[in-house]
């Protein structure tokens, strides 16, 4: 028997998908409908009213996110004080996704502009933790010319 049925959100993932950890769950996921149109596929809630796993489609991509349980090891970013790890989002309209995940309570790290590589781009850290790239493609380069911009621009 195959673990994806016809109506499963599995059958929506791709080879690699973030699953984010967040104090407040239900609460994230409000969030990411309002500030990235989020559309909740799946919502699994334990005993204790606690969401142990939700699933979420944004553009093309699967999200998936759950609360925290720290008898688990299980913790998002504001627990442990901050993460390494930035999820990134094409929008094709980066500065009206950042404007409308500012109204929903993000803050802004780095702010959008049009960047050497070809991007307008920004860095939003979500209410959660959890850091947020966003870019909008505006010209396609080479990788030779994304080097040479990115050393005109590193000088």
């Given at each position: 028997m195959s673990d994806k049925s016809e109506n499963s959100p599995l059958e929506k993932m791709s080879t690699v998908t973030a699953h984010l950890i967040c104090a407040g769950a239900a609460d994230a996921i409000e969030f990411y409908k309002t500030?990235?149109?989020a559309v909740e596929l799946l919502r699994l809630v334990d005993p204790s009213g606690k969401i142990a796993?939700?699933?979420l489609k944004i553009g093309d991509s699967m999200l998936m996110?759950?609360?925290e349980y720290p008898d688990y090891g299980s913790l998002g970013p504001k627990s442990l004080k901050g993460s390494p790890v930035v999820i990134h989002l094409v929008s094709k309209d980066?500065?009206?996704t950042v404007a409308r995940a500012v109204a929903a309570g993000a803050k802004v790290v780095v702010p959008v502009a049009d960047m050497f590589w070809g991007d307008r781009y920004g860095q939003l850290e979500d209410p959660f933790g959890h850091r947020w790239s966003v870019a909008t493609p505006i010209r396609t380069l080479t990788p030779a010319e994304m080097q040479a911009a990115m050393?005109?621009?590193m000088c």
């Open positions: 500030a990235f149109d796993h939700a699933g996110v759950a609360d980066v500065d009206a050393n005109k621009a």
